[in-house]
């Protein structure tokens, strides 16, 4: 680890170094520089987001910390902060709306998982060559001071992914 660690200090690439198969991995346990860092938030679709602001207030004992819409995206959101994590309500504001669909398809409750990347357009880039289906490829900005993009649930085992890099 040290070796590894004196390695990149001297700006040399992880490739220009002997080391195990998934060393990519091993690094990005050790330094949390790469790749998915935590997961950000957890995303739920509900029918009247006050009435779950209230809910989920009951249920975490505060409130939520903010409170945003996206007119693009057609969403009303609020956001409650838990731990390293947060939980984000979307309401939709009109029937086009990505998550009117889902609520019209699902009913309420999980929507999306959202992963903390430090590099989007690089982690995009990375996934799409996994195979995965982006279905932004260029990010957009979301709530909570993100860009985000997404990942088609087909090829997530039906979970729609979420990959957000905080705009700083
Ligand atoms: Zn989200």
Redesign the pocket.
Request: net charge negative; proline share 0%; aromatic share 0%.
């Given at each position: 680890m040290v070796l590894i660690a004196n390695h990149l200090s001297m700006g040399l690439s992880p490739e220009s170094f002997a080391l195990p198969k998934n060393h990519l991995f091993f690094i990005n346990f050790v330094f949390q520089f790469k790749f998915m860092r935590k997961i950000?938030?957890?995303?739920i679709a509900v029918a009247n987001l006050e009435a779950s602001n209230l809910l989920f207030e009951k249920l975490l004992g505060y409130p939520p910390y903010k409170e945003e819409e996206v007119s693009s995206e057609g969403v009303k959101?609020s956001f409650f902060k838990n731990g390293p994590n947060k939980i984000?309500l979307?309401e939709a504001t009109n029937p086009d709306s990505p998550i009117a669909k889902f609520l019209e398809k699902k009913g309420e409750g999980i929507?999306?998982i959202?992963f903390d990347v430090e590099n989007i357009v690089t982690e995009i880039d990375r996934l799409k060559k996994e195979g995965f289906v982006v279905l932004n490829e260029l990010p957009k900005k979301?709530?909570?001071n993100?860009l985000?993009a997404f990942l088609h649930p087909k090829g997530t085992n039906g979970v729609l992914i979420?990959l957000?890099q905080e705009i700083t």
């Open positions: 950000e938030h957890i995303g959101t984000e979307l929507h999306h959202a979301g709530a909570d993100k985000v979420e957000c």
